[in-house]
């Protein structure tokens, strides 16, 4: 599988992007989709899943209420809303898929098989 990441760019604290990620190959291995970030000098942590269904989504406290992911199965693109933005919410940007997984493990990194080359949001104050 492979992921392409965009959307990425520069926005005043309080604004919103939306970024996408198109998986191409062997989609079949991408039943969850994630987004994870990772700034420099700390580790990679998760933002929110998605089961192909849509119905099963994980949110990391840090995102819930502010972030909406989604995928439209139809492009084999996974979304991610992001609204409110704080300057702490700059980092590289990276999508993620995976096979099933329970929805107490979809923020954990190493249950994802495949990564996307990340996109960078940077939010100022």
């Known amino acids: 599988v492979q992921l392409q990441a965009s959307g990425g760019g520069l926005v005043q604290a309080g604004g919103s992007l939306r970024l996408s990620c198109a998986a191409s190959?062997?989609?079949?291995?991408?039943?969850?989709l994630g987004w994870f970030r990772q700034t420099p000098g700390k580790e990679r942590e998760s933002v929110a899943a998605?089961?192909?269904?849509?119905?099963?989504?994980y949110y990391a406290t840090s995102a819930r209420g502010r972030f909406t992911i989604s995928r439209d199965n139809a492009k084999n693109t996974v979304y991610l809303q992001m609204n409110s933005l704080k300057p702490e919410d700059t980092a590289v940007y990276y999508c993620?898929?995976?096979?099933?997984?329970?929805?107490?493990?979809?923020?954990?990194?190493?249950?994802?098989?495949?990564w996307g080359q990340g996109t960078l949001v940077t939010v100022s104050s």
């Open positions: 190959g062997h989609t079949d291995s991408s039943h969850t």
């Open positions: 998605i089961r192909r269904n849509g119905g099963s989504t």
């Open positions: 993620a898929a995976g096979p099933y997984i329970i929805i107490s493990a979809m923020g954990l990194a190493r249950m994802y098989n495949y």
